[in-house]
């Protein structure tokens, strides 16, 4: 597979914008480079490591980060995919100081966008990218006209990480509610993608809903416009999923295409 470059730095090149992409931030020769820049602010967005204080400390006006959560809640990694496997109603974004420590720093602004039961990890992606953008930019905006942003101290003890993904966590057990399931199956689009057994094959589920009904746990209970699925509590209606070497595609294609019988089970 071949390296491309992100669309951040392929904008940069296209306006002839010095792009410096070093690996690492703690050697004397990058930091030199970083500080010869003089710039009067840093604005940082989805980098996974911490920053050496020595770099914090040298934009005049500070550093700033576009955290994907409601902070103090869903510091670290995953913010988008633990909101959405928690159940919460809403998430957002936070415009925070950075700091030595992760996503502690003082909060400048938030945004809040609400949770519906169509949303997955690729759509609040999406939502919270262009709320962050704007936030920022005011942000920014306010530091150029006054000098300074005013920021109130996070609280310690609303605190919950968002621990990094694991595959292993992709698995799906049926004996689980549909509401559980189905959190799992849109926090887990676009990765690492819900996976359940289907005929001794792994299948991936890319969307799905839950609903009131009963059976036994895993078997299917409908076929239509949706492949019904009873699980430990509730009926999880799936509407998109894909058999391995195969393309993405609708419940009712699926069904047609592997004959599908009602009857069956997923394990």
């Known amino acids: 597979m071949k390296l491309q470059a992100s669309p951040v730095k392929q904008l940069a090149l ?3 914008l010095h792009v410096f992409q070093p690996e690492s931030l703690k050697p004397a020769d990058v930091q030199a480079q970083i500080a010869a820049t003089g710039a ?3 604005i940082v967005a989805a980098y996974g490591l911490i920053i050496p204080t020595s770099v914090l400390h040298m934009p005049k006006k500070g550093c700033y980060n576009i ?35 992760l996503d502690a720093g003082a909060m400048v602004s938030k945004g809040v966008i609400p949770i519906t ?9 999406d939502a919270l990218a262009q709320l962050g953008a704007e936030l920022m930019g005011q942000a920014m905006q306010k ?4 000098g300074a942003l005013p920021s109130t101290p996070q609280d310690e003890r609303l605190v919950t990480y968002a621990h990094k993904l694991e595959k292993s966590e992709a698995a799906i057990d049926w004996r689980k509610s549909a509401v559980e399931i189905s959190r799992q199956v849109r926090g887990f689009n676009p990765f690492p993608v819900a996976t359940a057994h289907l005929r001794g094959m792994t ?5 799905a809903n839950a609903a009131a009904g009963d059976g036994a746990i895993g078997e299917i209970r409908n076929l239509g416009e949706t492949i019904s699925v009873a699980c430990g509590q509730g009926v999880l209606h799936i509407y998109e999923l894909q058999m391995p070497g195969g ?13 599908l019988k009602a009857g069956e089970f997923f394990s």
């Open 14 to 16: 296209q306006h002839q």
């Open 40 to 42: 009067d602010v840093m």
């Open 67 to 101: 955290h994907a959560s409601l902070l103090p809640r869903w510091r670290g990694a995953a913010p988008i995919h633990r909101a959405l496997l928690a159940g919460d109603h809403e998430t957002g974004v936070t415009i925070m100081e950075v700091v030595p420590a």
């Open 117 to 125: 039961e169509s949303d997955t990890t690729q759509t609040l992606h």
């Open 143 to 146: 530091l150029a006209e006054d």
């Open 203 to 207: 299948c991936r589920i890319w969307f």
């Open 247 to 259: 393309k993405r595609q609708s419940a009712k294609v699926f069904a047609q295409s592997q004959q």
